[in-house]
Each structure stands twice: as C-alpha cells, then as structure tokens.
C-alpha cells in the first residue's frame, strides 16, 4: 500500500496569494499568519518514484509562481501530515519565513559551475624526499628504507600541498568573477567538491530580478580570462538562500 495522499509543500509566499494558473494540477494554497503555503496532494510513493518528467513538472510549477512574486522554493518531496501541519508549519516559523521573503525579496538565483584546472601529475615519495647535494659524501643510512613512519608523512604533506593549491586556485577564480559582477548581486554561497577526479568551484548568486540581464552580460564579458570549464545556469527560485527550512519542514512530520 502507499499510503493516503498528503500535503507536498512547493513554496511559501506572503498572503494573500499569487492565482494559480495551473488548477488542474491539483494546487492549492493554504494560508496563515500572513503567509501562505503552495501544495498539493500526492501518495508518497509518486515521491519515491518520481519520473525526471514529475521533476521537471514540480520545478516548472514553483518557477512560474516565481515569475509573479517573491517565494521561499521548498524541494522536491516535502511531504506534511495533513493541512494543519502546514498551518503549524507557517505559523511556528512566521518571523523566520517573513525574513527570509525580504532577504530573498525580488531576486533571482545564478549558478556558475567552474571545473578547476587540473594539477601537474603527482609527484612520486622518492621525488618528494629531500636529496643530498651531489659532491656529499655518501651515507650508507641514506639507503636503507624510509620506513612506514617517513612515507606516511609525505603522503600527508602532499595532499596538504594540494589542497592548498587548489584551495588558491578556488579563491582566484572566485574573486575574478565576484569582481566582474560587482553590484550586481546581493549574496553569493560557494561549493567546493570533485567530479569525475577533478575539482569543481560551484558560486550561486542572490541577484536583485532587475540586475539580472546585466549580471549574465558582465559574466560574458572576456570568459577566456577565467581559468578553467565554466558553466552558467538560471535564472532559478533562489533554492541556495532558504537555509534549512527543508530539514524544519520534515522535522514537524
């Protein structure tokens, strides 16, 4: 059995409430404290086994209300217990969610994927030894093994080289696009992490609605000067500037 349907949350906006145009989606708000919540009835196992078409469907939705007012962007799959956990919801949190809606006000969310130059090939334990000086006298101690003890040790030293390599090289790269989008952001959130063995920078910037085609022109501007494969994607609901209010959500089930 799946279960009776419930609630999914979509998003949060201030009351009254944009009108939907998607009825036949089954949409409905509920409203409370001045606020007002997006959802719509569905079994949970349509969010076990979501199809990337229902996905696409549920982010098209949020977008379009979007597009009309100021949301608070709930991922996919929040599943409430009923109406009145929506209503608790909404109003456990009403200072939290009417700060957040002026924080991300009227704006837009942009992700920049950077895939980071990749580093020269390792070097190998005997490459990272200190070596003697070639007319110094020999040491028959220099030969014996370095133990597990020595090996360990720059095995260390060498990942601290590259993380630091790269962490520079992540700095470079953010403060090279920053500046060229100066004032025309509000926030920016980073991401540091690999993909396929490579380092990869991700930015998400809170970008005012009305900087938005300036922002994405200035990102334009010179692109061969940033260092790296970059990717720009959005406009978005700002999903990157809403906190954990997901982990609260699922906390009141």
Known sequence: MSGPARPMLHCIQRAPPEPLARADAGLRWI???GLAALVADQEPSEIAGASRARLQRY???VAEIHAR???IPVRFGCLLAGDDAVGKLLHRYRDRLHG??????DCLEFGIRLLLPTDAPAATDDDAAPRPHANAPSDPRAD???GPGLTHLLAIRRRLERDARLAARAREARDLIEGRVAGRFREVREELGQIDGRSLL???????REQGEHFVECL???ASSLRGTGLLTGPWPPYNFV?????????LD
């Open 144 to 146: 014996s093994d370095r």
């Open 100 to 105: 957040l809606l002026d924080q991300v006000g």
């Open 59 to 61: 982010a098209d939705i």
């Open 243 to 251: 906190g954990a209010i997901d982990d609260d959500i699922r906390s």
């Open 69 to 71: 007012a100021a949301v």
């Open 202 to 208: 991700s930015l998400y910037f809170l970008v005012p």
């Open 220 to 222: 334009r501007q010179d």
């Open 31 to 33: 409203e409370c404290d």
